[in-house]
């Protein structure tokens, strides 16, 4: 029975993410979050799998949809609590975070935003519609990063929400599943969902 589960449980890890991106499998996704996690917890988020705190990242792709990077946003909510509360800010610098899927590497995607768009009607209409409301928020989304320096297509990205949920407890879906253990050594159990 205990080599049925962890050939159940290697299959699981090695099962392709809901709606997958090309070549991204549930395994991978999960090492890269456990990564950041390890890298990020209490700096940039306190609630892992809350939707107030931490709850998504969008697997970016390149032209050939071959995944290039995750970006984690943060501190989602964090600008409708007042200062201190729980879901307010650590750090409103640290909201919005590049993770390379080929080393694991995690950088502050701040340096990695465009410093000029193009000049179009589409890109005029973003800048005075949309980009003010999510420079207040911090948000950086995948259209602004700087094509030199990131080489993603951003019609190729996938946006990958995880939920807390309890661990131990019978899962209506398993192969969404995944575990993450938290510095502090504390496991997290997350459903992930397109």
């Given at each position: 029975?205990?080599?049925?589960?962890?050939?159940?449980?290697?299959?699981?890890?090695?099962?392709?993410?809901?709606?997958?991106?090309?070549?991204?499998?549930?395994?991978?996704?999960?090492?890269?979050?456990?990564?950041?996690?390890?890298?990020?917890?209490?700096?940039?988020f306190?609630?892992?799998?809350?939707?107030?705190?931490?709850?998504?990242?969008h697997?970016?792709?390149?032209?050939?949809?071959?995944?290039?990077?995750?970006?984690?946003?943060?501190?989602?909510l964090?600008?409708y609590?007042?200062a201190?509360?729980?879901?307010?800010?650590?750090?409103?610098?640290?909201r919005?975070?590049?993770?390379w899927?080929?080393?694991?590497?995690?950088?502050?995607?701040?340096?990695?935003?465009?410093?000029?768009?193009?000049?179009?009607?589409?890109?005029?209409?973003?800048?005075?519609?949309?980009?003010?409301?999510?420079?207040?928020n911090?948000?950086?989304?995948?259209?602004?990063?700087?094509?030199?320096?990131?080489?993603?297509?951003?019609?190729?990205?996938?946006?990958?929400?995880?939920?807390?949920?309890?661990?131990?407890?019978?899962?209506?879906?398993?192969?969404?599943?995944?575990?993450?253990?938290?510095?502090?050594?504390?496991?997290?159990?997350?459903?992930?969902?397109?």
């Amino acid at each position: 029975m205990r080599r049925l589960k962890i050939v159940i449980a290697l299959a699981l890890l090695a099962a392709p993410l809901p709606g997958a991106a090309a070549g991204l499998e549930k395994g991978e996704f999960q090492a890269l979050l456990q990564g950041f996690v390890s890298h990020a917890y209490q700096k940039a988020f306190r609630h892992l799998g809350d939707e107030r705190d931490f709850d998504h990242g969008h697997v970016l792709s390149g032209s050939d949809g071959a995944p290039v990077a995750i970006m984690w946003h943060t501190q989602e909510l964090a600008l409708y609590e007042p200062a201190g509360s729980e879901f307010g800010y650590l750090d409103p610098g640290g909201r919005n975070w590049l993770q390379w899927i080929s080393d694991g590497r995690v950088e502050n995607a701040d340096r990695y935003e465009r410093k000029s768009y193009p000049a179009s009607a589409t890109w005029d209409w973003f800048l005075a519609a949309d980009l003010p409301g999510l420079r207040k928020n911090r948000t950086i989304l995948d259209k602004m990063l700087d094509p030199g320096q990131v080489s993603i297509d951003p019609a190729k990205t996938v946006q990958y929400v995880f939920t807390r949920v309890g661990c131990g407890r019978p899962s209506p879906a398993p192969d969404t599943e995944m575990r993450v253990v938290l510095p502090s050594r504390e496991p997290v159990c997350l459903s992930l969902a397109r």
